[in-house]
């Protein structure tokens, strides 16, 4: 069985500032539509590739153990939404 490479993506920083590029070049209404809409389908790839960062990150936090009086005890990370 032939496994496919994983796409590589870009790290969460990146994907962030790229984003945030994306959206000021549309909020300044100057694009054509047909640019428009390449911006668009490439701000929404990118805003899967982030929050599916910031849920790996937040795996990860769970995850974390501490260990107490000699035992690793797993502490779940709780994040409040505003």
């Keep these: ?13 990146e994907s962030l500032s790229r984003l945030e ?3 000021e070049a549309m909020e300044k209404g100057d694009m ?3 640019d428009l809409m390449a911006a668009y389908s490439e701000g929404v790839t990118l ?10 990150a ?10 107490k009086q000699g035992k690793a005890e797993e502490n779940e990370l709780s994040i409040e939404e505003n």
């Design 47 to 56: 805003s899967q590739s982030c929050l599916k960062a910031l849920d790996r």
């Design 21 to 23: 590029e994306i959206v």
């Design 58 to 67: 937040e795996k990860a936090m769970d995850l974390m153990v501490q260990e």
């Design 32 to 34: 054509s539509l047909k």
């Design 1 to 13: 069985m032939r496994v496919m490479p994983r796409k590589k993506e870009m790290p969460f920083e």
